[in-house]
């Protein structure tokens, strides 16, 4: 019986039991993104030390990327007849992402707090990765572009990070 999170469609494309672990396991990581999507935003504004701007604009850009994913998560959710739920109150509950520090912080404890949640945003999905490849190929292709994006942006937050 459908509720008022899923619609019966018509025409199915994944049987019940892996339409429901399928869209859990997008919904896990459509929490994360939207949460590190807020995360970035928050970096973005109180960065402050030597070259701020260009870790500044980098994080807008890591931005785009993150929102671009959610709302692809989301939408595939919705594709398989079941209601995406982004509301803050589900983010706050549900994202595996760690509290921001507040206030201002520098570019060095910037890129050090962007890149682990990042990090742990991409762990998640790599997770998924797993998950999807026996349930819904076209899910895990998704999962997989959007990883790729997000480890390239990992990776230019790391080379700016001391090595010593
Ligand atoms: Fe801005």
Known sequence: MPTNSQVAFKRELLNTDNNQTTTATLQDNLVNLVDLALLLKQAHWNVVGTNFRSLHLQ?????????AGSDDIAERIATLGIAADGRSQTVARNSHLHEYPEGMLSVEETVQHVADELHATVTELRNAIQRLGELDPISEDLCIGICASLEKHLWMLQAQEKSN
């Open 59 to 67: 994080l807008d850009a890591i931005i785009e990327t993150v929102r």
